[in-house]
């Protein structure tokens, strides 16, 4: 799910779309414009106004949780970083400390780098 959504705004949406003469507006609010844009072609038929009515019944029936927004994958570090990130700032700032032990940078030129390396991620 792209954000977060609220299970009563579904629900309400889906149990209008019995109502009115179109139907299909909870699927744009749950991010399926595709099946939206079905069912307001089909509005003419009954069958939008027969799969809102399941739908609404479906979406009561969910968990919370499902509209809850998602948890960081564990894929992902605490910080919301990927290890490959992380991996690759460590081999950047190791070879940045490694041109300044041999004198290739100073010191300040050093910092800066690191400090530019360490804004990026934060």
């Known amino acids: 799910m792209l954000a977060q959504r609220s299970r009563r705004t579904a629900v309400i949406l889906a149990w209008l779309g019995v109502l009115a003469p179109v139907s299909g507006f909870h699927k744009f609010y749950l991010g399926q414009p595709f ?10 038929t009954p069958v ?7 739908e ?3 979406l009561m029936a969910q968990p919370l ?28 700032l190791r070879e940045l400390d490694t041109l ?11 910092e800066q780098k690191r400090r530019q390396l360490l804004d990026r991620v934060a």
């Open 35 to 44: 099946w939206g844009t079905l069912y307001l072609l089909l509005s003419w």
């Open 48 to 54: 939008p106004r027969i799969a809102c009515a399941v």
């Open 56 to 58: 609404g019944f479906l």
């Open 65 to 92: 949780e499902a509209f809850a927004p998602a948890e960081p994958s564990t894929k992902q570090a605490k910080g919301g970083l990927d290890p490959a990130q992380i991996s690759a700032l460590g081999v950047a």
């Open 100 to 110: 300044r032990q041999e004198g290739l940078i100073s010191e300040l030129e050093f």
